[in-house]
Each structure stands twice: as C-alpha cells, then as structure tokens.
C-alpha cells in the first residue's frame, strides 16, 4: 500500500501553512491500497497549546481530482478528504491518520527525517514523548486574527554588537578606565588588537572581566558606515551596569554602565541613528539578576540593601522578594541560572519585580521613551508566557510599533519547555524569534554535512509552522555571540573545544580563503531569503574565533579594508529593494550541492498586499567543489507541473516567474557556475559571487 500525504503541497492542505483562528482547512490524503480493502479513513487530531482537546473523525472519498503530475495522478488512487475548522482560539492544532482495512489499521505520520517530506506508515501507534508529546504529528499553528508586526520590521536589516568590542569613541579615556578597573577582578586591554582573556585573575579564574573600552559614542561615530552596509536596526547586547564585559548578569536596569558611557550618550546615539534610517534595540535579561547588583548585593559593593542583606542582617530590601534565598547555619543558598552563582534567578512573576520591568515607569518604558525602538529578551524560553505578554503590553502602551525579539533556539512554533508548548509566535508574545534553526541548516549544507534537499527541508518546516508576518520577522542569522564566528565555523576546521588550545589556532590562508568564500555565500542566501538578515559585527570583515570568548574580539578598524566588506554593501544594497524584504518566495531548485529560489510580486503587490514594483529575483548557489550547470529548462518545466499549486493566484505568480527567467535568461537554457559560487539576477541583470 503506498500512502501520500504532504503538508506543503496544496493538492494535500489547504490554505498552506499557519492560518488564522477560525480558518477552514481541507486536508486530504491519497492511497494505492495494493489489493487491501479500505473500511474508512480518519483523521486523529489534537489541539491546544496548554492543554490538549483529543478526537477522531472521518473522512470522505473524493470522487474525482484534477489531473496532476507522476504518481500522484494515477487512476488508480483513492483520494480522502476533510473540512475542519481550526480553533477559535490561538493553538497547535496537530493530526495524524488511521486507516482501517480488511487486514487491520494502519497509522500514518510524518517522517521529519525525510528530505522531501513523506510520511511514515505503522502497525501500530506512535507513542508520544513526553518531552515534545506531538513530534511524531503534522503541525498546524493556529495564530490570533490580530496578529501584527511592526511595519519597519519585515526584511530589516540587523547589525548585532558587543559593546566593549565595537569602538572606542573620542570620549575614551585611559585614565578613566584604569579607574572603572580597578576591582580585583577586571583586566583593562590598553592595546585594542589585543588577544581576548580566557583564564582571568589567578584569584577569581576566568569570569568575563576583561574590558577594551568600546563606547556608545564610538558606535554612534561609525553609523556612516553601518549605513553604507544597509544597516536597519542595532541590536545591542547588554549596555547597563553589570559586573562582566557581556553584561548579562545586571547590575542596575536603570543606568548605562559608565564603561560605555551615560544615558545621554545613548539618547544621541538614538537621535543621530534616527537622522540615518536606523533604529536601536536593546538585550533585555530578565530571568536573573547579577549577583554583584544593587538588587541582590552580594558583594555589598552598592549601598543600598539589596536581597542578602535582607536575609543576613535583617535589613529591609525592596528587591528582597524578587529571590528564593535561603540562610542555613550561616551558609547563603539560592536558585541561580543553570547554577551559575553570579546569575541568582529571579521570580519573573512577583508583583513588584513585574511592575518593576513592565509598569508604566519600569525599566521597559523608561528606555523606549528615550528613543530605543525595541528589546531582545535574553533567554525567552526560561520565561513565563505571562511575564513576555506583559513586556509586550508595555512595548504597545509605550510605541505601538516597537518590537519584541525572543531569544529561542528550536522551532518557536512548538518549543515545548517547563512541561508545556510555549506562547512564542500566536500574537501575543515576540514579534520575531532569533533564528538558528536557519543558521544551522545554512551552515551545515555549506560545510558539506548535508545536501540541499535536507536544508531546504529544515528550511521549509519552519515557513510552513510560522505564521507569515512572523516568517518574514525571522532574525535570520548566520553567527552571534552565541556561536562560533561564521568565518570559523565554515572554514571546516575542528573545534577542539578547549580554550587554551582555541587561543592559539588561527586559520590558516587556505582555510581562510575558503571559510570567506563559504561565509559570502551564506550572506548571499541571507540576503535574498525572507525575513530580517542579521550581521554579527565583524563577519563583513572576516573576524575569526571559536565560542565564547573567542568570538567577542575587537572590531579589525585599524587593518585594511578586505573586498569581502564591499561585497556586503552591495548585499545591503540589494536588501533595500522591496522585493527582496516582503517579495513572495518559492523554491525552485534544491539537489545536492545546488539550491535555488526565487523572490517576487504579484500584480505588483508584496505578501502584506502593498503596491510594489512588478521585480523577480533569482538566487542560485553551488557549494560544490566542481563547476555545476543549473538546468533552466527543468526549472520551467517544474513551473509549469507544481503539485502545491491549487489557486489561480499561485498559477500566476508560476507565470510570472516563467517569463522572469526568460528575461534574466534570454535563450539559455543551463547556466554554469563556478565551484563555491552564486548567483543573483534580478531583471536582466546578472550578478555572480565566487
């Protein structure tokens, strides 16, 4: 018995992807049942988000389908089918089908392995994870009919610094940063081209302290230049007072750390961004404090009380409730994030640490009136659903079109985490997610681990999940400070993941050469992929390292410019035009090595239904070490046999594309590219990247 049933094809669901509450969906299911007799088909679905509703219902024989292409056209197959109305509340809505013949049932389920996105066929049933209960289950996300985004945020370009790495402004000052470093633990960098430190004081041991003396002024100094790479947002990492140069263990919300500079300073960094086109977002850490902070104090280095005085010495703290604090026999415990004792986790959901952050003259309001257009929230999925529902509200109350960023690593759509799927991506919560899972599926198919048609998979699960305005918000990055530099990662050399031996290993020319070849052809697809790019600062100057600390070295300024950078200009360039931000986006070509999609408009209007330019743009790769034809005749013919086209709208936008490539290709019918080379044609013209 061969069975059929895939997601992203139209002839299979309808409408394709994440739909609004209340949509009807038609599902349908095609089989070859190889002499078994069928009793009834039906279709298994559960849906909720919290809690689960569980259900069975049938399904009815198609009569007649239209003709379709290869196997799916056969007489000889039984078509099924169903209307279903989704949930009038935001929710998963997650389905399966059993089939009963006259030798017993069948179940079957998506195999998200495959690289084309078939189904898997059992005995019996699949039994659930109790980790991610419905991963063995087609997914449909079901979002609020209010779902909005802000209108500057689809297809806008991020460019991601690390503060103290970026520039020293004309305010830098040796003198003063001596005297800032003058705790035991901090290392004061006077040569900016120095090596990061990775072991710290012999006392203390490595706990980020080392400081170069980048500046809110030195950013605000180089935005020409951010300009000339086409650069939308900043997106900053951490900028208040903290104890560390990642500044992720907050030291007071309510002050820029006087290292980078002062409050004004941000608000003219803010001012002449603005006058530029581009706008600040800040990194929000929420789930935990610093344990040097004036909220916790412990090490009474601020001098108010903060928690531990609370508890040692009985003083009133107004942030004392804020922790789970603990005094046994005069030994301190308290819950800290992933048992890091300088990250005491927070209580997110105590009244005054909620009105702290979110009421209408917390930390979140105070930063946005003074001109930041947005947050990152650090570590989004290790906060409560209400809690970034809240940080939401305020965002809306204080600018309506300010943006919510979520740091999450998976799928957001069905992150399941604390014993529940999450509130991520319905319209309630973030605005964008950071998205790995695209830069994982680029950077593995570029490095040779896997083909094109895995890639375009993995890619394709997270269009199909997210809902649209979502999809084209998705922070598409390719390395962060997260993650090994991207130059490192795609050169394909191994990580020996210790930090001694990761400070002496650089690349070497060959391997150089090749990871900025790899790396440019990363940007390409970036670029010409929907939703919002994102650089690393750095990337567009090769900056090379391994993770955490490796990856956070200074800005190369005083090294000459490398052609790779020009070539991101022209990237930024292109990212400007309309079709490339919120243009229609179909895959056109994934085999092996090779991967190809197209960008357009249709009847001169872009996926939001806003008029447009009538553009089409062509991205082709060949990651391959060998030249590579691409077979334009096999596109057009794939055009013209899609088995996911089922609106005269699709079959339109199928034409247009046909007659795009006969304008970008006049006559051709292979073009040939160089090994680790792509291409872009966008009307006529032609541009290649080897």
């Known amino acids: 018995m061969r069975i059929e049933h895939r997601s992203g094809l139209g002839i299979f669901k309808e409408p394709y992807g994440a739909v609004p509450t209340g949509t009807k969906v038609k599902l349908r299911i095609c089989i070859l049942p190889a002499g078994q007799f069928i009793n009834r088909v039906q279709l298994c679905y559960s849906y909720g988000l919290y809690q689960f509703f569980h259900n069975t219902t049938g399904m009815r024989k198609v009569s007649a389908m239209p003709a379709l292409p290869g196997n799916l056209g056969s007489s000889s197959n039984h078509w099924y089918e169903i209307d279903i109305v989704m949930p009038l509340e935001p929710a998963l809505f997650f389905y399966c089908f059993r089939i009963d013949t006259d030798q017993g049932q069948i179940w079957v389920v998506p195999d998200y392995s495959s690289s084309s996105g078939t ?5 019996e049933p699949y039994l659930p994870n109790p980790l991610k209960p419905f991963q063995d289950r087609w997914q449909i996300t ?20 690390f503060p103290d790495r970026f520039a020293r402004g004309q305010d830098y000052s040796v003198d003063k940063m001596r005297k800032l470093c003058a705790l035991p633990e901090r290392i004061f960098h006077t040569a900016w081209d120095s090596p990061v430190d990775f072991q710290g004081n012999s006392e203390t041991g490595y706990i980020a302290t080392d400081f170069y003396g980048g500046t809110l002024k030195g950013i605000t100094e180089k935005l020409p230049y951010l300009k000339e790479l086409g650069v939308d947002v900043i997106y900053l990492n951490p900028i208040f007072k903290a104890r560390s140069n990642h500044r992720y263990d907050t030291g007071d919300y309510e002050q820029i ?5 002062t409050q004004s300073d941000l608000e003219q960094l803010c001012e002449e961004a603005k006058k530029l086109g581009i706008r600040l977002m800040l990194d929000g850490v929420f789930s935990h404090t610093g344990a040097d902070s004036r909220y916790f104090n412990l090490h009474g280095r601020y001098p108010e009380a903060g928690a531990v005085q609370s508890i040692k010495e009985n003083l009133s703290s107004p942030w004392s409730s804020w922790y789970d604090l603990y005094l046994h026999d005069g030994q301190l415990s308290y819950e800290s994030w992933w048992g890091f004792t300088e990250l005491p986790n927070v209580k997110e959901l105590d009244l005054s640490y909620l009105n702290y952050i979110t009421g209408p003259e917390g930390v979140i309001a105070k930063w946005i009136k003074l001109g930041v257009s947005g947050w990152r929230l650090d570590v989004s999925d290790e906060l409560p659903d209400s809690f970034i529902r809240a940080v939401r509200h305020c965002l809306e109350r204080e600018d309506p079109q300010a943006a919510l960023l979520g740091e999450v690593w998976e799928d957001a759509s069905s992150k399941h985490s604390y014993g529940s799927y999450r509130d991520f991506i319905f319209g309630r919560t973030h605005h964008q997610i950071m998205g790995y899972p695209f830069r994982e599926s680029v950077v593995k198919f570029l490095r040779g681990n896997i083909n094109a048609e895995t890639m375009l998979r993995s890619l394709e699960i997270i269009r199909e999940h997210y809902p649209l305005p979502i999809f084209y918000t998705n922070l598409n990055l390719i390395s962060s400070h997260d993650t090994v530099r991207a130059i490192t990662a795609l050169a394909g050399v191994e990580d020996p993941c210790n ?13 150089r050469e090749m990871g900025e070849k ?28 391994y993770g955490d600390p490796f990856n956070r070295s200074t800005f190369p300024w005083r090294e000459p410019e490398p052609e790779l950078t020009a070539l991101f200009r022209r990237l930024g360039q292109l990212r400007a035009k309309p079709v490339v931000r919120s243009g229609y986006y179909l895959p056109l070509l994934a085999k092996h090595d090779l991967f190809g999609f197209a960008r357009f408009m249709l009847r001169g209007e872009d996926v939001f239904g806003n008029n447009c330019d009538q553009d089409v743009l062509f991205c082709f790769i060949n990651r391959g070490h060998h030249e590579q034809n691409i077979d334009l005749d096999l596109i057009r013919q794939s055009l013209a046999d899609r088995a996911d086209i089922t609106t005269a709208r699709e079959r339109l936008g199928c034409e247009i594309l046909t007659a795009a490539l006969n304008t970008a290709f006049p006559a051709v019918e292979q073009i040939t590219l160089r090994p680790i080379s792509g291409c872009i044609a966008l009307g006529n013209k032609i541009v290649y990247f080897d």
């Open 142 to 161: 079901v979002f609020s009919k209010e779902l909005r985004v802000p209108n500057w945020l689809p297809g806008a370009v991020f460019y991601q610094i």
């Open 499 to 511: 930090r001694e031996l990761q400070s002496r290993l650089e690349l070497t020319d060959g391997e």
């Open 257 to 261: 750390d006087p290292m980078l500079g």
């Open 119 to 123: 189904n898997l066929i059992s005995q």
């Open 518 to 545: 790899l790396l440019l052809l990363a940007y390409v697809i970036q670029t010409c992929y929907p939703g919002c790019s994102s650089i690393y600062y750095g990337d567009e100057r090769a900056v090379e390292g």
